[in-house]
């Protein structure tokens, strides 16, 4: 791509699609190449790569719609029947900027102060509506609440469907730093924030339950913030149906129907973004046709065959928080913590320790077994 081309603005729609935080730069750029080739239609080439639904696209040329016709008395309703400039708990509606079938984000603006309004659907958010506003309420004016979760403003019913609304974030999320993957102390300093953070929700009883990079904002003096608490339902009811993009940040249990979910869910997502500071790709690869079968079996990729300089115990802490099932893992994020600040201090790890410790009892439990075998 020459200069020309590369200082082009990208079409309205790439535009929106960018500012919903639906893709990233990369993505969009990969696309417009991919659009000249083929001629066809920028959300044809992006549904076919995986980085949108067609209900997304759909969602934004009814946005690109409403952006052409104005928003003047006459202005086309909102999603959940808002307007321009109808108040929300004290905050006036400026735009909406994503939506979705679990609900609506839409830019909100009070005393010169702009929040991220959120709204649940109730229809595909059955019985996580509550959960989604207890959450915010056990953040809702805390002092003490660490800076690598968002900010809790308010929470109540809009129209009949329950919001929050929480600090806006202009700069972008976790995917725009990424890259290659970064080297093992920026990656150790980010996880050590986000966990202290889920070590604070735990605490309180608040599960997260759709931890992923987008969900975790970029603010401008570099730190970042983690929106989005019990918003997504725990369990998927249908794999299939929900983009291959947010399946592979899901953890087994999640893929199962009757299962548990809870702290020990978070602590699965916590190792798959470690992995990804340090290796710069997701543990799981969005593509793979087999990718339910894979998480539910534990097949992810170990870390140092990606990155071989990233330290033994550093593969030994996030193995363990990626382990298939739950009661193989930390707890919750504040004992994972433990073992993040063993990192930093240059002391040995708990899952070091316990890796020694059942691989001792498996040559044992087999030792045994032979005996039985060769007596039997």
């Not at 200082?7 to 919903?20: C, E, K, Q, T, V």
């Not at 202009?170 to 924030?193: C, H, K, M, N």
């Not at 399946?247 to 602590?267: F, I």
Request: aromatic share 8%.
């Amino acid at each position: 791509m020459n200069s020309g081309e590369r200082n082009r603005p990208p079409s309205l729609f790439g535009r929106m699609a960018l500012a919903r935080r639906l893709i990233t730069e990369g993505q969009l750029e990969e696309c417009l190449t991919l659009q000249k080739e083929s001629g066809q239609r920028l959300g044809e080439v992006l549904v076919e790569k995986g980085y949108l639904t067609q209900e997304e696209v759909f969602e934004i040329i009814r946005l690109q719609h409403n952006r052409k016709v104005g928003r003047g008395p006459g202005a086309p309703t909102l999603s959940f029947g808002l307007k321009v400039n109808d108040a929300v708990d004290g905050y006036f509606v400026k735009r909406e900027i994503a939506s979705s079938r679990l609900g609506a984000t839409f830019d909100v603006v009070k005393d010169q102060q702009n929040a991220a309004l959120k709204i649940m659907n109730k229809e595909h958010g059955a019985g996580q509506g509550p959960r989604f506003r207890e959450a915010a309420r056990a953040f809702l004016g805390l002092p003490e609440l660490p800076r690598s979760i968002a900010q809790i403003y308010g929470e109540g019913l809009c129209n009949g469907s329950d919001y929050v609304l929480s600090e806006w974030f202009s700069v972008g999320d976790l995917r725009t730093r990424l890259g290659q993957g970064l080297p093992s102390e920026d990656a150790l300093e980010i996880i050590l924030s986000l966990t202290e953070g889920f070590a604070f929700a735990h605490g309180k009883n608040v599960i997260h339950g759709d931890l992923r990079p987008r969900k975790i904002m970029l603010r401008g003096d570099g730190s970042f913030g983690i929106r989005d608490f019990s918003f997504a339902p725990f369990i998927v009811s249908d794999p299939e149906d929900s983009k291959r993009s947010e399946r592979r940040y899901l953890a087994p249990e999640q893929l199962t129907p009757a299962s548990d979910c809870g702290p020990r869910t978070d602590v699965y997502a916590l190792g798959l973004v470690y992995f990804e500071l340090l290796t710069g790709q997701s543990a799981f690869e969005e593509k793979d046709e087999q990718l339910c079968s894979r998480i539910r079996q534990g097949r992810s990729p170990r870390v140092r065959k990606l990155k071989d300089e990233v330290p033994k115990d550093v593969e030994s802490v996030i193995g363990r928080c990626l382990a298939t099932l739950p009661n193989q893992r930390y707890g919750d994020a504040s004992a994972l913590l433990e073992d993040l600040r063993c990192l930093k201090d240059g002391r040995a790890v708990r899952a070091q320790r316990m890796r020694s410790t059942r691989k001792i009892v498996g040559w044992l439990k087999r030792w045994f077994n032979r005996d039985e075998t060769i007596n039997g």
